[in-house]
């Protein structure tokens, strides 16, 4: 199993900045992609931003379009950690962010979610 931990969620006022970290632990053969997700209150889940392995060139990253120029997501991937700076935040953006990873396991591929962490911006 992979095990997904967020933290550096928190309360801060419109336009501020907030970095978010993503450890992940267990057992694993990689963790491929891994990315950000959010949730707001009554409405679906999603897509932050993601970033591929990328192996020694770095990884791929993708992000929504709604946060491009503004948000920065990489990746330490001998720490099995990911980021997301934050910035310019605002106040449509308070939702819980997840963290996920695409995991190759012995048993088979996976994918797995964290708790989540609240994220609040202050008008």
């Known amino acids: 199993q992979v095990h997904l931990l967020e933290s550096g969620g928190g309360l801060v006022q419109a336009g501020g900045s907030l970095r978010l970290s993503c450890a992940a632990s267990?057992?694993?053969?990689?963790?491929?992609?891994m990315g950000w997700y959010r949730q707001a209150p009554g409405k679906q889940r999603e897509l932050v931003a993601t970033i591929t392995s990328g192996g020694t060139s770095g990884g791929s990253i993708n992000y929504a379009d709604s946060v491009k120029g503004r948000f920065t997501i990489s990746r330490d991937n001998a720490k099995n950690t990911v980021y997301l700076q934050m910035n310019s935040l605002k106040p449509e953006e308070t939702a819980v962010y997840y963290c996920?990873?695409?995991?190759?396991?012995?048993?088979?591929?996976?994918?797995?979610w964290g708790p989540g962490t609240q994220v609040t911006v202050s008008s």
């Open positions: 267990g057992i694993a053969r990689s963790i491929n992609a």
């Open positions: 996920n990873a695409n995991s190759d396991t012995f048993a088979g591929p996976l994918v797995s």
